[in-house]
């Protein structure tokens, strides 16, 4: 699905000498790589605070710690998303609210969100899934309305960029409260192991976080609040600072990719390619098609007899989880979700793909619908 051996030679001195300097001066936390790479992801963002943190996942959670959520209170959020996002909400003893997504565009449905809404409810979790936003405008309208937190789930669309329907562009995980991302090898922005952030223009809001990052300190053994021990490693920052300044590239290439398959497969009968909101660009963390439900494991297995691997991104929604057998969920039916959990197929997508690769996946699945 991803060539990051590829990647990486193609950066190697640059990526060998960060990574030795660190190594050399074996300043391995809090080195000055963290906050080298905290200011340089703030300028691309233009955001005026990135916190970062050990993961995706404690980016959520200390987002929704930093926010004052008290166990009891709902939050809405997707159930068609990675379970990363829901986990946390269950894991503070909040009520996850689960929602529909636009069948077309995979993203949290906004009036989905308002039917959701009860006095318990703190906050809204949207998540700008396989690299494209949701309705951001539209969420924070509602938000304002009726006095919720936005957490944006920026963990599939760092450099995505958001147009407002003023003609203003800003990027996703900066539009909300606070903004969660990943840096997870096979994100669009990854690193050689885990790594997150959050992302923020409200000061006091990042002091908070900061210090719930750092075991709930607020000076040297003097600790305010219940916290987390959640760094970026100065390995990671290291490789995170010559890979940034990829990123923008990167996302050309997944674009070109993604423009390449939508020529090879917008004719075939049966097949949706992923649909272009009007309302951001895409950066294609995946490139997803929906096909018939009952030919997708045939594609899947057919692509997989020539060596073209393809995945189901995810095969079963969060609300349809185990895991939450035992909470008591509060939410009507969610048919758009089950469809489309039916008949998503993810292609491979990353930044290296050559062309003869390219034509050769186009044919492996032109030739499985007519064969
Ligand atoms: C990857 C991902 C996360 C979690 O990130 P980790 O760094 O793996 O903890 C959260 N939400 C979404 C949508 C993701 O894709």
Same mark, same amino acid.
């Given at each position: 699905m991803v060539d990051l051996v590829s990647q990486?030679?193609?950066?190697?001195?640059?990526?060998?000498?960060?990574?030795?300097?660190?190594?050399?001066?074996?300043?391995?936390?809090?080195?000055?790589?963290?906050?080298?790479?905290?200011?340089d992801l703030e300028a691309y963002l233009n955001v005026k605070h990135v916190i970062p943190c050990a993961n995706g996942t404690d980016a959520l959670q200390m987002a929704m710690m930093g926010l004052g959520l008290k166990p009891g209170d709902e939050v809405i959020t997707p159930s068609f998303t990675y379970i990363a996002t829901t986990?946390?909400?269950?894991?503070?003893?909040?009520?996850?609210?689960?929602?529909?997504?636009?069948?077309?565009?995979?993203?949290?449905?906004?009036?989905?969100i308002e039917k959701a809404i009860t006095p318990k409810t703190k906050a809204i979790v949207p998540v700008h899934l396989y690299g494209q936003a949701a309705n951001m405008e539209e969420i924070m309208r509602i938000a304002a309305t009726h006095n919720l937190f936005v957490?944006?789930?920026?963990?599939?669309? &760092? =450099? *995505?960029?958001?147009? !407002?329907? #003023?003609?203003?562009?800003?990027?996703? /995980?900066?539009? %909300?409260? &606070? =903004? *969660?991302?990943?840096? !997870?090898? #096979?994100?669009?922005?990854?690193?050689? /192991?885990?790594? %997150?952030?959050?992302?923020?223009?409200?000061?006091?809001?990042?002091e908070t976080l900061r210090?719930?990052?750092?075991? %709930?300190?607020?000076?040297?053994?003097?600790?305010?609040?219940?916290?987390?021990?959640?760094?970026?490693?100065?390995?990671?920052?290291?490789?995170?600072?010559?890979?940034?300044?990829?990123?923008?590239?990167?996302?050309?290439?997944?674009?070109n990719l993604a423009n390449a398959y939508d020529e090879a497969f917008a004719g075939i009968e049966g097949v949706e390619i992923p649909a272009r909101s009007?309302?951001?660009?895409?950066?294609?963390?995946?490139?997803?098609?929906?096909?018939p439900p009952q030919s997708r494991d045939a594609l899947h297995r057919h692509l997989e007899a020539h060596e073209i691997p393809s995945m189901i991104y995810y095969p079963v929604p969060a609300?349809?989880?185990?895991?939450?057998?035992?909470?008591?969920?509060?939410?009507?039916?969610?048919?758009?979700?089950?469809?489309?959990?039916?008949?998503?197929i993810s292609l491979p997508m990353h930044t290296e793909m050559q062309n003869d690769q390219v034509a050769f996946i186009c044919a492996m699945v032109q030739s499985f619908f007519n064969p």
């Open positions: 990486y030679e193609k950066i190697k001195p640059a990526i060998d000498s960060a990574m030795q300097e660190v190594v050399a001066k074996a300043q391995f936390i809090n080195g000055p790589e963290v906050q080298s790479f905290q200011k986990e946390v909400i269950a894991l503070l003893g909040l009520i996850p609210v689960f929602v529909e997504v636009d069948q077309s565009t995979f993203c949290i449905d906004p009036e989905a957490i944006e789930d920026n963990a599939q669309a &760092i =450099g *995505c960029d958001y147009y !407002f329907t #003023s003609g203003e562009v800003q990027k996703t /995980g900066t539009i %909300g409260h &606070i =903004g *969660c991302t990943s840096f !997870f090898p #096979s994100k669009n922005l990854g690193c050689f /192991g885990d790594g %997150g952030a959050m992302m923020t223009n409200d000061d006091s809001l990042a210090r719930i990052a750092n075991h %709930g300190q607020s000076k040297r053994y003097y600790h305010d609040e219940v916290g987390c021990n959640s760094r970026l490693d100065s390995l990671q920052a290291a490789v995170l600072r010559v890979k940034l300044r990829q990123l923008d590239s990167y996302i050309d290439a997944r674009q009007a309302k951001s660009n895409h950066v294609f963390h995946q490139y997803t098609l929906q096909v609300h349809r989880q185990k895991m939450f057998e035992g909470l008591k969920l509060t939410m009507a039916d969610l048919p758009v979700t089950d469809f489309l959990t039916e008949r998503v």
